[in-house]
């Protein structure tokens, strides 16, 4: 049984001159069958960040898993939670878009109570990017990795002040303990080949040449990007445009703070009539490497 079950019943003694004395009685039964644990309050889906109960009517400890099942670009915090009977919710969901695009996403939710078979469920939405301020160059990267983790580091461009023309050269100075991976870039968002322009925002024509390897990390210690003419200059991007710019992938080698800046003296862009443009902000990141 799945609760509990109360009987009655009766014992009756009776001698050889048919004297007799009854006793009544009600016993109850405990369930015995153990029940998986339900999700509460699950939404039916998401634009940032959520919340949800749990409930297990054996009052069994329950582990929460969440993963990131389809989508990218995003984290979630936690991604794991040891449930009690003293505390079965609600839990608070942090979900962190690390980038410009709005993300859409897929978050799988796992229960597991020890003794059932897992019982899964799922909540899906987009999660709004991050607001550029005008006229700057971001760089984009997780708060907080592990040793050893691989992560992309991704360039944005926000609210021109003037028309791009082409992308003269971005110099960003990295620190020791993160290293980047000098066959994962490419022009754009996240995907695509090696030195892929995918999504390359600014790219109207096939004007832009993709920089080889040998010019796109220069130097130890910096990420030096110049995309270079091929030809006359495109019309580029118009001032105002927003959108990414690159992206490559770091490794984290060493525990300890790091940090992504840019170099001022070595950013800037070009309109369509070949002059200098230089950002007037420029975001760095900070990654704590655990």
């Known amino acids: 049984t799945t609760a509990d079950a109360s009987y009655s019943g009766s014992i009756t003694v009776r001698d ?4 007799s004395d009854t006793y009544d009685f009600t016993y109850v039964v405990g369930r015995t069958l153990n029940q998986s644990p339900v999700f509460v309050g699950l939404p039916a889906s998401i634009n940032g960040n959520f919340s949800f109960s749990i409930d ?10 969440l993963a990131l099942t389809s989508g990218s670009g995003v984290t979630i915090a936690p991604m794991s939670i040891n449930a009690t009977s003293a505390n079965y919710g609600p839990f608070n969901i942090t979900v962190t878009n690390n980038g410009v695009e709005d993300a859409a996403i897929t978050i799988g939710l796992t229960l597991n109570d ?9 909540v899906s939405g987009t999660i709004p990017g991050i607001a550029l301020p005008t006229d700057s160059i971001v760089v984009v990267a997780p708060s907080s ?35 980047p991976d000098t066959t994962s870039w490419n022009l754009g968002s996240a995907g695509g080949a090696f030195d892929a322009k995918d999504g390359y925002w600014a790219i109207v ?6 920089p080889p390897t040998s010019l796109f ?62 950002f007037t902000t420029m975001v760095n990141a900070a990654v704590t490497v655990n």
């Open 56 to 65: 297990d009517a054996d009052d069994d400890p329950v582990t929460i898993t």
């Open 114 to 122: 020890g003794v059932n078979a897992d019982v899964t469920d799922s």
């Open 205 to 210: 024509t096939d004007a832009l040449l993709p």
């Open 16 to 19: 050889a001159d048919n004297r």
């Open 217 to 278: 990390f220069m130097t130890p210690g910096h990420v030096q990007v110049n995309v270079s003419l091929l030809g006359s200059p495109p019309t580029g991007a118009p001032a105002g445009h927003s959108g990414a710019l690159f992206n490559v992938m770091f490794t984290a080698n060493a525990a300890g703070p790091a940090t992504l800046d840019f170099v001022p003296a070595g950013t800037n862009y070009f309109n369509p009539a070949g002059a200098t443009q230089n």
């Open 145 to 179: 990795v592990n040793v050893g983790d691989t992560f992309m580091v991704t360039v944005y461009a926000g609210s021109l002040a003037s028309a791009l023309g082409y992308l003269n050269t971005v110099d960003i100075a990295y620190s020791s303990n993160i290293a």
